[in-house]
């Protein structure tokens, strides 16, 4: 419930205010992304300034560094955070204005000189905690606060990024916000709901009045009765119950692997496009990252991000995971996944390719990625993956190119490189149809269940009009069990990835079938967690049966729907 707010072209302005207690640790993720992405500019600055300035001109990066490495300086941020509740931009602002009067008392000019590079600094980390990625590109979007509903014309990866950065309690579009847009699952993965398909002109009359959006159901409602608000608080209520308990399995997740109620062990793993989703994963302790959704570092960046800030991003998490797995899929561009950094117009978009094919058209931007995904491979478990692959001779491609890099490094370093897993997608018909032959040639498979729903119904991506739940269509379901069967077949593990694994209804179907990982945005893995554990697999086996022999979707909903009810 909240005010709706018609999205016109203006500026976020940066909230100074004292936070929430329950705000606290959300803040601390924050700046803790902040820091490593001002860490990774300078880095960049670094590389751009070298051969330009003397070496001692460049000694400036060195001071650069080792204040955003300075634990100390950030712990002090992190206790007005705590204890002050200052919000990460004041406690910024606090810590490095102390340090600047300190400094201003010194007769030393190089350390007086210092000044302007702490401001600078503070400059950096603040923009990096709180200008919206939307405003970077250009998209100015104002007065935005977390109360209210945000109406938009078209809603695009890039604007709901910013959007969940608000943490607006929801956002209603024209077009762009259909259950499976990769819009969509960024609002989810911070639990803001969101209903698509409102127009525009019959929405605009209702401006700053308050209502109730419901993203489960795909209605708003403007200027809500008092029984219409009744009738949500008390589903609300309930909601929070489930919620609670979904917590208390969070705990228990931390202390021990998942596993269903009769103890067959199920892997869970998180899908990330961000420094900050891998953070919270990572707290949750998920047994590793199942995708690393590449292209939202080409999304979120006004240019191609080079090797270098590849390298650093992937390193971080390699080290991070502390031996846990991690899988990197190369940058899948196209449909309704478009950077701004390369300027792709919609016509041209659409008669683009997309995933794989796009990036063997764009060879030296691949080779870059993968060359940046195989050195990081050094720091931890790191598999890489390949989006949208629709022929086998796609993936003989990139194999030939793993190659040939993996022999340049160890020229140059006169040592074998490390072998990282080769592992792709199967999201495709086409992937559908040559499983066989790609099983041949990878160590994994990830089946992405969001992109394959939609290419079986022969939808597109950016249209999004299925069905929710629509993955629980026999014939849908026959595709995936095929793909399971074979991946067992040949002893290769397959994960299955998108937002289907999401839902208990769809994940008892898919321990049925065989599916021992899945893999999902971090703000599903504790409820995830919480139900596999009430499952047994025998009951598993015994529904997913069922709902492969069902005539129709209802029929399967109905029967899952009885199974389900009271453990979610
Ligand atoms: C999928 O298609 O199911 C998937 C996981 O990939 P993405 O959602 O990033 O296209
Ligand atoms: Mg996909």
């Known amino acids: 419930?909240?005010?709706?707010?018609?999205?016109?072209?203006?500026?976020?302005?940066?909230?100074?205010?004292?936070?929430?207690?329950?705000?606290?640790?959300?803040?601390?993720?924050?700046?803790?992304?902040?820091?490593?992405?001002?860490?990774?500019?300078?880095?960049?600055?670094?590389?751009?300034?070298?051969?330009i300035l003397s070496e001692e001109e460049n000694r400036i990066f060195e001071f650069y560094k080792e204040i955003l490495d300075d634990q100390t300086f950030f712990e002090e941020i992190k206790s007005l955070i705590k204890n002050e509740r200052y919000s990460a931009e004041k406690a910024i602002y606090t810590c490095i204005n102390k340090y600047i009067d300190e400094i201003s008392k010194s007769n030393n000019e190089y350390i007086k000189q210092r000044i302007f590079d702490l401001n600078d600094i503070a400059k950096r980390l603040v923009r990096n905690i709180s200008v919206s990625v939307a405003d970077e590109n250009g998209l100015k979007i104002n007065e935005i606060n977390s109360e209210q509903i945000m109406v938009l014309k078209e809603l695009t990866p890039i604007i709901a990024a910013s959007l969940a950065k608000k943490e607006v309690k929801g956002v209603v579009a024209e077009e762009g916000a259909g259950?499976?847009?990769?819009?969509?699952?960024?609002?989810?993965?911070?639990?803001?709901?969101?209903?698509?398909?409102?127009?525009?002109?019959?929405?605009?009359?209702?401006?700053?009045?308050?209502?109730?959006?419901?993203?489960?159901?795909?209605?708003?409602v403007a200027n809500p009765s008092e029984a219409e608000i009744q009738d949500l608080k008390s589903g609300l209520s309930e909601k929070k119950q489930a919620l609670k308990n979904g917590r208390n399995g969070a705990a228990a997740c931390e202390r021990k692997p998942v596993e269903t109620a009769d103890g067959y062990r199920i892997r869970l793993l998180a899908n990330i496009s961000s420094v900050k989703e891998f953070l919270v994963a990572k707290k949750l302790g998920v047994d590793g990252i199942g995708l690393v959704r590449t292209e939202s570092l080409f999304i979120n960046y006004k240019r191609i991000p080079d090797e270098k800030r590849q390298y650093l991003i992937y390193s971080k998490i390699a080290k991070d995971l502390d031996g846990k797995p991690v899988v990197i899929r190369t940058a899948d561009i196209g449909g309704d996944k478009v950077p701004q950094a390369l300027a792709i117009n919609d016509q041209s978009l659409s008669r683009s390719a997309r995933g794989i094919r796009r990036s063997l058209e764009h060879k030296t931007e691949l080779v870059t990625q993968i060359r940046a995904i195989m050195r990081a491979g050094k720091f931890g478990k790191v598999f890489i993956s390949f989006p949208m692959v629709d022929s086998i001779e796609q993936i003989m491609e990139v194999k030939r190119i793993i190659k040939d890099i993996s022999d340049e490094l160890a020229e140059k370093k006169g040592e074998p490189v490390n072998r990282i897993g080769i592992g792709t997608m199967v999201e495709t018909a086409e992937a559908v149809k040559i499983i066989d032959e790609i099983l041949n040639e990878v160590d994994f498979i990830s089946i992405g269940t969001n992109d394959m729903l939609h290419q079986i119904c022969e939808q597109s991506r950016k249209c999004s009009t299925l069905e929710m739940r629509s993955y629980l269509e026999p014939v849908f379901l026959q595709t995936l069990?095929?793909?399971?069967?074979?991946?067992?077949?040949?002893?290769?593990?397959?994960?299955?990835?998108g937002e289907m694994a999401t839902d208990p209804m769809a994940i008892v179907v898919l321990l049925g079938m065989g599916a021992k990982d899945l893999s999902m945005s971090p703000s599903y893995i504790e409820n995830t967690c919480r139900f596999i554990r009430t499952i047994k697999l025998d009951e598993a086996k015994e529904a997913a049966q069922k709902a492969l022999e069902s005539q129709n979707l209802q029929e399967v909903k109905n029967m899952l729907s009885e199974l389900t009810k009271n453990r979610m």
């Open 481 to 497: 069990k095929h793909c399971l069967d074979k991946a067992a077949e040949k002893n290769k593990p397959a994960c299955v990835c």
């Open 1 to 51: 419930m909240g005010k709706i707010f018609i999205v016109k072209e203006s500026d976020i302005k940066i909230n100074e205010g004292l936070i929430d207690e329950s705000e606290v640790e959300d803040q601390i993720t924050n700046l803790e992304v902040a820091i490593c992405r001002t860490f990774i500019e300078i880095y960049d600055l670094n590389d751009g300034f070298k051969g």
């Open 179 to 220: 259950y499976f847009t990769h819009a969509s699952i960024i609002l989810r993965s911070t639990g803001i709901p969101a209903v698509n398909g409102i127009r525009m002109d019959e929405i605009e009359k209702f401006d700053g009045s308050p209502a109730i959006i419901d993203g489960s159901k795909g209605v708003v």
